[in-house]
């Protein structure tokens, strides 16, 4: 089980930390990763980050979110700074991220591509 939490609603130029803890997997040993959806759009991978610590990032987003991880709490975070209204969105945690590109959405994709580990997401708003 993946519980996402942390959302919430800011300000542009704010900033969030999103967490997710996970229980009933083997966490130290799986790649996390954090994807979003905007409203009326597809499921986009945000980043990702493997159990030695590397990490990936959407192109567009590096430099202002930073994906972490305490394998000590089974948790995983997405430090999401200098936020802006195209940020905002449903934010979900999952185990074995894909990078597949995908038209649907984070539900459809999810079960599409063989994951079997996703949380029900956090909602994050951006507006002035």
């Known amino acids: 089980q993946l519980v996402e939490s942390g959302g919430g609603s800011v300000q542009p130029g704010g900033s969030l930390r999103l967490s997710c803890t996970a229980s009933?997997?083997?966490?130290?040993?799986?790649?996390m990763g954090w994807y979003r959806q905007a409203p009326g759009s597809h499921c986009e991978l945000v980043s990702t980050i493997n159990p030695d610590k590397s990490t990936h990032y959407a192109e567009s987003l590096e430099g202002r979110f930073f994906i972490s991880r305490d394998n000590g709490k089974n948790t995983v975070y997405l430090q999401m700074n200098n936020l802006n209204p195209g940020d905002s969105g449903v934010y979900y945690c999952?185990?074995?991220?894909?990078?597949?590109?995908?038209?649907?959405?984070?539900?459809?994709?999810?079960?599409?591509?063989?994951?079997?580990?996703w949380g029900k997401g956090t909602l994050v708003t951006i507006s002035a």
């Open positions: 999952a185990a074995d991220p894909r990078y597949a590109d995908f038209a649907g959405t984070c539900d459809e994709y999810f079960p599409y591509y063989g994951m079997h580990y």
């Open positions: 009933g997997i083997r966490f130290d040993e799986m790649d």
